[in-house]
């Protein structure tokens, strides 16, 4: 027994639980902070892997509250921290965060024309992957849309930030799709909020008769404003995303973006787990769909195809 005993005194104690590791994943936002649908998604989605807030992971937000020149700054930033991963959540950021490293792995979202970060959507090599809204073939079909609720519809003013290439080239594409539907295109290129109110004054002046959104990140916090001046012009909105139409824009067709931030979580695990951001090919929207307002509709006397609204994915009463 006394062996025994000295032998139990002796024996090495079992291992105590070591910490689980925090990984630290950036996040670059050209937006402002506060609730976000689309962040959520990013963060369900990271849930959904296991991955806990606190315990194994540290999102570090950095913000430009639409004055895109802090982009730059706030991705040195995110470098100087040594994330092991940059989530960019559009193309602005996304190109900041590529100026800012070569290493650092970046995970982007929201972005129309990837080829401007990688060369190759199947091996986009480098440091940087992720998922595009790239849809070159859907904008002819939302001036179609666009069109059954308008039918004698001529003129259709275009709101798209010019200081946007990405932006830029949607309205090129509506331009090109809206010539064999015999409408006319009216530009409201914007390089800021403050030209708004001009831009809308001159589309009256046009005479349009009905708006599209070109939404993209710095358009986000001023929807509401956009939409009020729509209504005080009598232009029916519309834009390629669901949350236009939920804020009380007509309708919206495009890409589910809730989707694509919560597949990008997906991106950001394979990384984690020790998979190359070149490696991982660039992948494409799953999902589309088409909203409409109905609320909307009947304030502004208008009357919905019903073939039209079976064909949607959701109308709002």
Do not use: C
Not at 110 to 139: C, F, K, M, Q, Y
Not at 154 to 181: C, D, G, K, M, Q
Not at 245 to 261: R, T, V
Request: no cysteine.
């Amino acid at each position: 027994m006394a062996v025994i005993a000295g032998g139990l005194l002796a024996a090495p104690r079992a291992p105590e639980a070591q910490p689980a590791t925090i990984r630290r994943i950036g996040v670059l936002s050209p937006a402002s902070p506060g609730p976000s649908s689309l962040l959520g998604a990013f963060q369900q989605g990271l849930r959904e892997l296991g991955y806990v807030e606190g315990q194994n992971i540290r999102l570090e937000y950095r913000f430009a509250e639409t004055r895109l020149e802090r982009l730059a700054g706030l991705a040195a930033e995110l470098v100087g921290l040594k994330v092991d991963v940059i989530f960019a959540i559009n193309s602005t950021a996304a190109q900041a965060a590529l100026r800012a490293t070569k290493t650092i792995p970046i995970v982007f979202t929201w972005v129309a024309d990837p080829l401007g970060l990688v060369t190759n959507l199947a091996r986009p090599g480098g440091n940087v992957t992720g998922l595009t809204t790239i849809t070159t073939e859907l904008s002819g079909k939302r001036l179609e849309l666009f069109k059954a609720v308008l039918p004698g519809i001529s003129r259709i003013a275009v709101l798209w930030n010019s200081a946007n290439p990405v932006a830029t080239h949607v309205f090129r594409e509506l331009e090109v799709a809206s010539v064999p539907l015999g409408v006319q295109l009216f530009p409201m290129g914007v390089r800021g909020s403050t030209e708004f109110e001009d831009a809308f004054r001159a589309a009256e002046r046009a005479r349009a008769t009905a708006l599209f959104v070109i939404e993209e990140g710095t358009f986000f916090p001023h929807r509401g404003r956009i939409l009020s001046l729509a209504a005080q012009h009598r232009l029916p909105a519309a834009s390629q995303f669901r949350d236009f139409a939920e804020a009380g824009g007509l309708l919206s067709y495009g890409p589910n973006l809730p989707d694509l931030f919560r597949r990008a979580a997906i991106y950001v695990d394979k990384i984690l787990k020790g998979a190359k951001a070149g490696d991982l090919p660039v992948e494409r929207p799953e999902k589309f769909e088409l909203v409409i307002n109905l609320k909307t509709a009947r304030t502004l006397g208008l009357t919905i195809p019903p073939s039209l609204l079976q064909r949607a994915d959701q109308v709002i009463e």
